[in-house]
Nanobody
Framework: QVQLLESGGGLVQAGGSLSLSCVDSGTSFSRNVLDWYRQAPEKQYEWVAG???????LYANSVQGRFTISRDNAKNTVYLQMNSLKPEDTAVYYC???????????WGQGTQVTVSS
């Protein structure tokens, strides 16, 4: 059974940092493209960052220069380091794994990030 489990969310003041983790169990992790999405209250899902199987990283303009995505294939884990947080970063953050061979995707249950002003 495939499971993605996020952790690391919480409450932080503006300007602070948080580090999110997502542990992937049950997929062929090393062949997955991995993404972080977020959903703020009453807003649609927003793609935040993605990392390829060869560690190529892309970011949404809204987080470029502040967030860093990384992966550790030995630990089946993808990370999102978030610095210089802003109140508008408040959202539930989800990790997503896209299997490059089957094109199936899998989602975690989300972790809440709240940034106070």
């Amino acid at each position: 059974q495939v499971q993605l489990l996020e952790s690391g969310g919480g409450l932080v003041q503006a300007g602070g940092s948080l580090s999110l983790s997502c542990v992937d169990s049950g997929t062929s992790f090393s062949r997955n493209v991995l993404d972080w999405y977020r959903q703020a209250p009453e807003k649609q899902y927003e793609w935040v960052a993605g990392i390829t199987t060869t560690n190529g990283a892309l970011y949404a303009n809204s987080v470029q220069g502040r967030f860093t995505i990384s992966r550790d294939n030995a630990k089946n884990t993808v990370y999102l380091q978030m610095n210089s947080l802003k109140p508008e970063d408040t959202a539930v953050y989800y990790c997503r794994a896209l299997d490059g061979a089957t094109q199936k995707d899998y989602w975690g249950q989300g972790t809440q990030v709240t940034v106070s002003s």
